[in-house]
């Protein structure tokens, strides 16, 4: 089993940057996939990052140039670096994890934090 907990949302401005942090407990997180998936009110919730167990990432369109999602396995904790804000950036935003590969649909992935709430205001 492994506890994720998510911290680092809160209220900024267009254009400005937020890190979330995504901690793990009880495993070691380098051994899953992790995700960040975000949840806007009345919306599903997309894949916004991944992060193999080898390291490789990959990002949704939205995403692109202006997120980057890291690892530091010291810490046992997940990163997710989001610069350039905009308002349709504004939801609740999960870390999630996952053994074997990696899959978009959020249904396959075991393991979630709690959110944390990211509200960027133009």
């Known amino acids: 089993q492994v506890q994720l907990v998510e911290s680092g949302g809160g209220l900024v401005q267009a254009g400005e940057s937020l890190r979330l942090s995504c901690a793990a407990s009880?495993?070691?997180?380098?051994?899953?996939?992790v995700g960040w998936f975000r949840q806007a009110p009345g919306k599903e919730r997309d894949l916004v990052a991944t992060?193999?167990?080898?390291?490789?990432?990959d990002y949704s369109d939205s995403a692109k140039g202006r997120f980057t999602i890291s690892r530091d396995s010291a810490k046992n904790t997940v990163y997710l670096q989001m610069n350039s804000l905009k308002p349709e950036d504004t939801a609740v935003y999960y870390c999630a994890a996952k053994s074997g590969i990696v899959v978009r649909s959020y249904t396959y992935w075991g393991y979630w934090g709690q959110g944390t709430q990211v509200t960027v205001s133009s």
């Open positions: 009880g495993r070691t997180l380098s051994s899953y996939a």
């Open positions: 992060i193999t167990s080898r390291g490789s990432t």
